[in-house]
């Protein structure tokens, strides 16, 4: 009796500890509150409500996103704008958050309790922001200003010879990067700084940025500063040719050359070639029927008339310090330049070159006007430095004597039937001035011009035997298949 009296006590006994555990589960399973600790985007919850948790933080996205940014436009003419985080296209998402603090009322007691004993300490909160709402937003507002188009700076040289430049304009436009960057940054600090406690959620709705309108300017590829850099400050130099007893072969070949010419720009150290000058003008327009010089003689061809244009260059090149690279005089004067003071060309075998050694750009300009020719240089050279040019006669080569057989003469008898004319070696000096000082003289060039034959005419009687005696034929010269002044051979 006493032994079944024990049993029943202790039955008993596991049944009310059973029932005390039992309850205490179901306290616990039951519980409204979130579990101590629990912090979301770094808010403490823990010890709250569920259901007042719940709105905190649904509080606290609303809050977030009506935080307001300020851009401040006065300086651009207009008004401030005020636009949320939200209309900018920042978000926050608390749903996962939520959910995990919903889900505590969820499932049986057991659930609930093992769910509550594992609740995680810190509740995800997730923060977005696309570029593309802000890009069109500030689109919508300053647009207009894609509008704008820079423009280059223009260099003009008028009819008068002066150098005439337009300032280049430039294009504005909203610096996106700098004001999104801002935002975003302020954004972040935002979220790194959360409320100290549920009730400073209300306070994060008042927090403002305000931020300047990012303007950034776009310049055109010349710029005004650019383009004076260059160096074109002045006509330099200019010097004249005449071509008024010209046929209208050659008066053609000059000008279209002089055209060809006008305009050519050549930077610091540039070499010019007037090969491209002469090639560019036969394929584009073509040359006409002009005297040309071959074996020291003017004879039909094509071309004749482009050397005018190379040695007035020449003349205006030489007058303004310039270094040459390649010339050659004709293999006779010219009628239309001081003698020492041409350049010749010669299709395939004699070139002018120089190379521009002002430091500067330069360009050259061609005027033909009353069969006159002016090549105009435009670049640097100092107002008080001047170059004068002198060609002189250092030696005479008298002509020499051909003899030729002709019917005029009679038997035994000599006949002059052309008139020789004597040639010359020149030497043409650079002398340079500063502030109308000499500083320096120096020798150019030094040019042989050919003499050329008196030709005697003698009887047939005296004709050359076995290619012996007078007018007996001579072999050409190595230039004598060269064409001066003319395109071809």
Not at 102 to 109: A, Q, T
Not at 201 to 215: C, H, R, T
Not at 243 to 269: C, E, H, I, M, Q
Not at 433 to 456: H, L, N, W
Request: proline letters at 4%.
């Amino acid at each position: 009796m006493k032994r079944m009296h024990i049993v029943v006590t202790v039955v008993l006994g596991l049944l009310l500890l059973a029932s005390v555990g039992w309850g205490a589960v179901w306290m616990y399973a039951k519980g409204t509150d979130v579990p101590q600790g629990v912090k979301a985007a770094g808010i403490p919850i823990g010890g709250m409500d569920i259901d007042e948790a719940v709105a905190a933080l649904s509080q606290y996205a609303t809050n977030w996103e009506q935080q307001q940014a300020i851009v401040k436009a006065n300086d651009q003419g207009g008004d401030d704008r005020v636009w949320t985080l939200k209309e900018l296209g920042y978000s926050i998402n608390v749903k996962d958050a939520v959910a995990a603090l919903e889900k505590l009322h969820d499932g049986s007691i057991i659930e609930r309790a093992r769910y509550r004993r594992d609740f995680q300490s810190e509740l995800h909160i997730s923060f977005a922001a696309d570029s593309t709402v802000l890009t069109n937003t500030l689109k919508k507002e300053w647009g207009w200003l894609e509008h704008s188009v820079a423009t280059n700076a223009t260099r003009t040289i008028t009819s008068n010879d002066r150098v005439v430049y337009t300032p280049h304009q430039v294009a504005y436009r909203v610096d996106r990067d700098t004001i999104q960057a801002k935002i975003d940054q302020w954004a972040k600090n935002s979220q790194s700084k959360p409320p100290a406690s549920p009730a400073d959620i209300a306070k994060i709705a008042q927090q403002k940025l305000e931020v300047q309108l990012p303007i950034k300017t776009v310049e055109p590829e010349v710029t005004l500063e650019k383009l004076k850099a260059e160096g074109i400050d002045r006509m330099i130099m200019s010097f004249t040719t005449d071509f008024a007893s010209s046929a209208s072969g050659r008066a053609y070949n000059v000008t279209a050359t002089a055209k060809t010419l006008n305009n050519v720009v050549l930077a610091p150290d540039e070499v010019f070639d007037y090969r491209k000058i002469v090639s560019a003008t036969e394929k584009n327009v073509g040359y006409r029927e002009a005297p040309v010089i071959q074996n020291g003689k003017l004879v039909p061809g094509v071309g004749g008339g482009i050397c005018q244009v190379s040695s007035t260059l020449y003349n205006a090149v030489i007058r303004a310090g310039i270094d040459i690279v390649e010339r050659r005089n004709h293999s006779l004067p010219v009628s239309y330049l001081p003698i020492g003071q041409d350049a010749t060309f010669a299709d395939g075998a004699i070139n002018f070159r120089f190379r521009n050694s002002t430091g500067k750009h330069l360009i050259i300009r061609t005027v033909v006007e009353n069969r006159k020719l002016t090549v105009k240089l435009f670049g640097t050279l100092p107002e008080n430095v001047r170059y004068d040019i002198e060609s002189v006669k250092v030696k005479t080569i008298e002509p020499a004597v051909k003899e030729v057989v002709s019917d005029q003469v009679p038997a035994g008898g000599r006949l002059i039937l052309q008139q020789g004319k004597v040639g010359y070696i020149v030497e043409t000096y650079r002398t340079y001035f500063k502030d109308g000082v000499e500083v320096s003289r120096k020798r150019i060039s030094r040019d042989t011009y050919k003499a050329q034959p008196t030709t005697v005419g003698v009887s047939k009687d005296t004709a050359p035997q076995n290619g012996k005696g007078p007018g007996a034929p001579k072999g050409n010269e190595p230039d004598d298949a060269i064409i001066e002044d003319g395109v071809g051979a």
